[in-house]
T-cell receptor, first 115, second 111 residues
Framework: DTGVSQNPRHKITKRGQNVTFRCDPI?????LYWYRQTLGQGPEFLTY????????KSRLLSDRFSAERPKGSFSTLEIQRTEQGDSAMYLC?????????????FGPGTRLTVT | TQLLEQSPQFLSIQEGENLTVYCNSSSVFSSLQWYRQEPGEGPVLLVT?????EVKKLKRLTFQFGDARKDSSLHITAAQTGDTGLYLCAGDGGGADGLTFGKGTHLIIQP
């Protein structure tokens, strides 16, 4: 069990550019979540996958955001035409079948800075 | 919208002292989690409580879930400098939209 991994750990981009982040969940965890965390706040839910199906999307997830989990393993989160307000820590979490879905294990996050 | 209020927001105490931090809501949660987060890292799960009145212990940390499943507390006995961090509570409201997090308690344990 190597834990949830996220890449890159840090990303600096200019406003208007597209960025893509990757999350590799704990193996055999069928549920995968994306959250966003800004300074001084707790994480805020963005979207949720069960296997390859995207089951829920928060209203925080604007049309510029898209997430995929094509084979039910790793997931990607893409932000198009980035804005300065997108600067935040993007966190991925996974949970195991047979365990409460709330028992989520988080990765180290990707820190995005939009200049 | 389900909200979780954590108090205090900031707490700085001396090593060896005891402390309690709180997580309160007007909503009922099917379960509640406590996480600890260090700067630049993701939250690390400490405990899940699911039954009203439940008490769980993790070494010097004692977690309690309120009888009505609306609130929780975290008590640390004989705090150590390694306990320094951001303590987050998170609740599962039973819907499909992930966990609802509080803003956290920033805890500093001074040597």
């Amino acid at each position: 069990d190597t834990g949830v991994s996220q890449n890159p750990r840090h990303k600096i981009t200019k406003r208007g550019q597209n960025v893509t982040f990757r999350c590799d969940p704990i193996s055999e965890h069928n549920r995968l979540y994306w959250y966003r965390q800004t300074l001084g706040q707790g994480p805020e839910f963005l979207t949720y996958f069960q296997n390859e199906a995207q089951l829920e999307k928060s209203r925080l997830l604007s049309d510029r955001f898209s997430a995929e989990r094509p084979k039910g393993s790793f997931s990607t989160l893409e932000i198009q035409r980035t804005e300065q307000g997108d600067s935040a820590m993007y966190l991925c979490a996974s949970s195991a079948p047979g365990r409460p879905r709330s028992e989520q294990y988080f990765g180290p996050g990707t820190r995005l800075t939009v200049t | 919208t389900q909200l979780l209020e954590q108090s205090p927001q900031f707490l700085s105490i001396q090593e060896g002292e005891n402390l309690t931090v709180y997580c309160n809501s007007s909503s009922v949660f099917s379960s509640l989690q406590w996480y600890r987060q260090e700067p630049g890292e993701g939250p690390v799960l400490l405990v899940t409580v699911v039954t009203g009145g439940e008490v769980k212990k993790l070494k010097r940390l004692t977690f309690q879930f309120g009888d009505a499943r609306k609130d929780s507390s975290l008590h640390i006995t004989a705090a150590q400098t390694g306990d320094t961090g951001l303590y987050l509570c998170a609740g599962d409201g039973g819907g499909a939209d992930g966990l609802t997090f509080g803003k956290g308690t920033h805890l500093i344990i001074q040597p």
